[in-house]
Nanobody, 121 residues
Framework: VQLQASGGGLVQAGGSLRLSCAGSGRTFSSYNMGWFRQAPGKEREFVGRISGIRTYTDYTDSVKGRFTISRDNAKNTVYLQMNSLKPEDTAVYYC???????????????WGRGTQVTVSS
């Protein structure tokens, strides 16, 4: 599976962005997908995940109620809708695919190149 994240940019605090993660391969729908982020000098952090078929989602506490993950398996694409953005959301955001159901990077087999999100105060 090859993944490519896009949609990052510069936004003011309180604004919104939608990230997309386009995947290749006929088995895309079978993968659980995750979003991670990494700020300068910090470890890569779990943001949220979505299951392959039943589209169950969960999120890290800091983004609950603000971020929403969805997927369109017909388009081999996963989305991260980010609302009410805060300066502390500034990071490089990565999408990843996993055959497992975990929240740490080691559970994810495939990674896309990140996309920068910068939230100004």
């Amino acid at each position: 599976v090859q993944l490519q994240a896009s949609g990052g940019g510069l936004v003011q605090a309180g604004g919104s962005l939608r990230l997309s993660c386009a995947g290749s391969g006929r088995t895309f729908s079978s993968y659980n997908m995750g979003w991670f982020r990494q700020a300068p000098g910090k470890e890569r952090e779990f943001v949220g995940r979505i299951s392959g078929i039943r589209t169950y989602t969960d999120y890290t506490d800091s983004v609950k109620g603000r971020f929403t993950i969805s997927r369109d398996n017909a388009k081999n694409t996963v989305y991260l809708q980010m609302n009410s953005l805060k300066p502390e959301d500034t990071a490089v955001y990565y999408c990843a695919a996993s055959s497992n159901w975990g929240t740490t990077p080691r559970f994810f087999d495939y990674w896309g190149r990140g996309t920068q999100v910068t939230v100004s105060s």
